[in-house]
């Protein structure tokens, strides 16, 4: 038998005469009667969502539309129509009004003719979580769960018509808001204030056989983990394309790949810098056709190798600056390292996620790189380390402007004592959610 809560008052126990009254929180020990006063006189915010709660004909298909439609919020001017109905959803759909239409459509259903109340239509278009915005009304969709091509509903039926008075608990949904001023919060400051919280990571790039170890030494000796940026030894073919090029790795590099792999660092794809953009080391920008066939061959070899990855790129050199690389990019990868900038706050492009390299010198003092650590920590941001570990040397000199691994050190155990340093991967997949709502 379930344990019964008896509700008390002035130390006698009281027999209620309703329900509300009758039940208890066993946490507050406050009757739901009371919880529900409180709540009213607390909450300045209402949050809608599931918006069908019945047993119908058509329950499994609105089940299904409860999981493409996460929240909607609807003006009250649009509300107090009262027999609002969902007409459509489509994704990618082309019609005899449009080709590749991405929209949600809600209709009067007491009207005899079709009466359109509001159209939600799609700018996001990347088969992901996206709020759509129209007249100050609101609808939060889960593209994912609508087939390509595809339109789901496609009628103006009362059978779905929607449940506008139905409202959540506060705390299950705190994304789109309707305070008592009439005021809408957007999902992007939710979202910002959700996850946009202090994180760094640190990427050492090239996999260079012989600075890679005191790279690792540092992670160890401070307690972390970071990042290799892996570059396959590159071999090329007679063809103006790599298509007939070799990608390898040695077998004394995958020995130590593997270890490292063991001990918990994450190796990330870094295609050679032949052809992806124009320097003295990279040659030619090449476009599109050989940046493409170079990543494919980087995926392969580690796929061929058994080597672990978060379906990441780190881009070679400036790479990133060319939009159809970028493009490319996007249908192979989940997200990409740009050679380039300081750190990465709120809302931004997952394929271009900045790196603030450390380069220690009279112009960028050491103290001034903790500075940029400070900032990024105090402003919730995304902190991206990167290095080149061939480019510091063993003297040990500990001071503001030499490039040394002592330095180095004290650089990594500063930034490791205000946030630990983690794996790029793992930060990434908290912060989607947010990186998701990236609108170029």
């Known amino acids: 038998m379930a344990k019964m809560h008896k509700l008390t008052k002035g130390g006698q126990t009281i027999f209620p005469a309703t329900i509300y009254d009758a039940v208890v929180n066993p946490k507050t020990r406050k009757s739901l009667a009371t919880e529900i006063s409180d709540l009213e006189k607390k909450t300045d915010k209402v949050y809608y969502h599931s918006i069908y709660e019945d ?18 919020y609807i003006t009250p001017e649009k509300a107090s129509i009262g027999t609002i109905s969902l007409g459509n959803i489509r994704r990618n759909v082309t019609t005899s009004t449009g080709a ?14 079709t009466t359109e109340v509001v159209s939600f239509s799609s700018i996001n278009k990347k088969g992901s979580l996206e709020l759509l915005e129209q007249d100050g009304n609101y609808c939060l969709i889960d593209w994912s769960e609508v087939d390509d091509g595809k339109t789901v509903i496609a009628t103006t039926s009362s059978e779905y018509q929607l449940n506008i008075s139905y ?11 309707l305070s008592t001023r009439q005021t809408i919060i957007s999902l992007k400051d939710e979202y910002i204030k959700m996850y946009n919280t202090p994180a760094i990571s640190w990427v050492d790039d090239d996999f260079n056989l012989t600075s890679v170890p005191k790279i690792k030494n540092i992670c160890d000796e401070v307690g972390c983990k970071c990042d290799f940026g892996l570059i396959p030894e590159y071999t090329q073919g007679t063809g103006d394309y790599p298509i007939d090029s070799i990608y390898s790795f040695s077998e004394e590099q995958l020995e130590l790949i593997k270890q490292y792999e063991l001990e918990g660092f994450h190796m990330q794809i870094h295609p050679v810098h032949k052809g992806w953009y124009t320097s003295a080391s990279a040659g030619t920008y090449q476009g599109r056709a050989w940046t493409e066939q170079s990543l494919i061959k980087t995926i392969r070899v580690f796929k061929d190798n058994s080597l672990l990855n978060d379906s990441c790129i780190i881009y070679p050199g400036g790479s990133s600056n060319f939009s159809d690389t970028v493009e490319m990019v996007k249908t192979w990868l989940e997200f990409g390292i740009t050679a380039v900038g300081k750190y990465n706050v709120g809302i931004h492009n997952s394929y271009k996620l900045e790196r603030y390299f450390i380069r220690i010198s009279v112009s960028n003092t050491k103290t001034q790189i903790k500075a940029i650590i400070d900032e990024a920590v105090e402003k919730g941001a995304w902190l991206i380390l990167g290095t080149h570990g061939y480019d510091f040397n ?6 503001e402007i030499t490039p040394s691994l002592a330095n180095l050190k004290e650089i990594i155990e500063y930034a490791n004592s205000k946030i630990n340093i983690k794996p790029i991967g793992e930060i990434y997949r908290l912060r989607k959610p947010m990186l998701d709502l990236f609108i170029e």
């Open 55 to 72: 047993d119908s004909i058509r329950s499994q298909e609105k089940r299904r539309i409860n999981k493409i439609i996460k929240e909607l």
């Open 100 to 113: 590749g239409q991405w929209n949600v459509v809600l209709y009067d259903s007491s009207k005899s003719e």
């Open 167 to 177: 409202i959540s608990d506060i705390n299950n949904f705190p994304i789109i808001a």
């Open 394 to 399: 063993d003297s040990g000199t500990i001071d």
